[in-house]
């Protein structure tokens, strides 16, 4: 399909124009990355941050005794829970109430924000359950891992919250024509939702392993850096596209790039098993979703 030229696009100006509004992440979601990514923090640190905002408190306790980490004993306290949970599962969450929060908005979207971050939460545990089954070839962290898969495609949710009216179009077209998201989005508005997750990345300073899986999980080859992070998001969302968590019924998936199994070293049965596990984990994807929304 011929790629619309962004120059000679004013939809794609316009939104360019549009995106200028697009909110700063909350103080204390900024705070408590930089806080996590310090090698000096304490689990203190990080909880005193987080018990500042009562709201992500309770959703922080309510998921660490939730049968979605499935901790066999209850967790009382926030520096509990940054500690058994580690920091990085603690960056996940937060980041993922804080983005749901922003984006929870009554309008007409033009996409299913219940679908979206269904496939979303999928993807992250497809993503943690890929790092888990591979831990001792490389050194990825699940969790980190387990981020990345819940944020990919968030630039679907800036064209949907930034461009409503031009994105339904996309998603239409991307129907009639039976042609990936990403290919329509290109079409018509010259611009993807893997570019928004540049601009993105860059607004809210997300560090390189988010903004990576962002930009190149559907193009994993272009990645310069943190190839095995970027091919196992790019894994995942085949995964969670292959079970039926799509943003419609049989939505067509841009295909699996012929090399990501190898850099991954995953087999077709290390395949079958992991689909067959991440079945079996779709309601935790639905508790996930009910406790953080």
């Not at 790092?131 to 495609?153: K, Y």
């Amino acid at each position: 399909m011929q790629q619309t030229s962004p120059a000679g696009n004013e939809r794609y100006r316009r939104f360019i124009e549009q995106i200028d509004n697009l909110p700063a992440l909350p103080a204390i979601v900024t705070r408590l990355m930089q806080v996590v990514n310090s090698p000096d923090t304490s689990a203190d640190d990080a909880a005193k941050l987080i018990q500042k905002d009562p709201a992500l408190t309770t959703k922080m306790l309510r998921l660490a005794n939730s049968a979605f980490y499935g901790i066999p004993r209850s967790i009382s306290s926030v520096s509990s829970a940054v500690v058994i949970l580690g920091f990085n599962t603690i960056r996940s969450l937060v980041l993922s109430a804080s983005v749901m929060k922003m984006f929870s908005s009554s309008h007409q979207p033009a996409i299913d924000k219940n679908r979206f971050w269904k496939h979303s939460i999928v993807c992250a545990i497809a993503a943690k359950a890929i790092v888990r089954q591979f831990i001792n070839v490389r050194m990825m962290d699940p969790e980190s891992a387990f981020c990345a898969g819940i944020l990919h495609d968030i630039g679907k949710l800036i064209f949907s919250e930034f461009a409503q009216e031009d994105y339904f179009e996309v998603c239409e077209f991307a129907k009639e024509c039976n042609v990936p998201l990403i290919e329509a989005e290109k079409k018509i508005l010259g611009i993807s939702h893997a570019d928004i997750g540049r601009i993105l990345a860059d607004k809210w300073a997300l560090p390189l392993d988010l903004e990576y899986s962002l930009v190149f999980h559907h193009e994993p080859m272009k990645a310069d850096s943190l190839i095995d992070l970027v091919t196992t998001v790019h894994m995942a969302n085949v995964l969670s596209h292959r079970i039926g968590t799509g943003l419609w019924e049989n939505e067509p998936m841009p295909p699996e790039w012929d090399q990501a199994r190898s850099i991954l070293r995953m087999g077709e049965a290390d395949f079958e098993r992991i689909l067959l596990a991440l079945k079996e984990s779709i309601d935790k994807s639905e508790e996930f979703f009910d406790i953080i929304k």
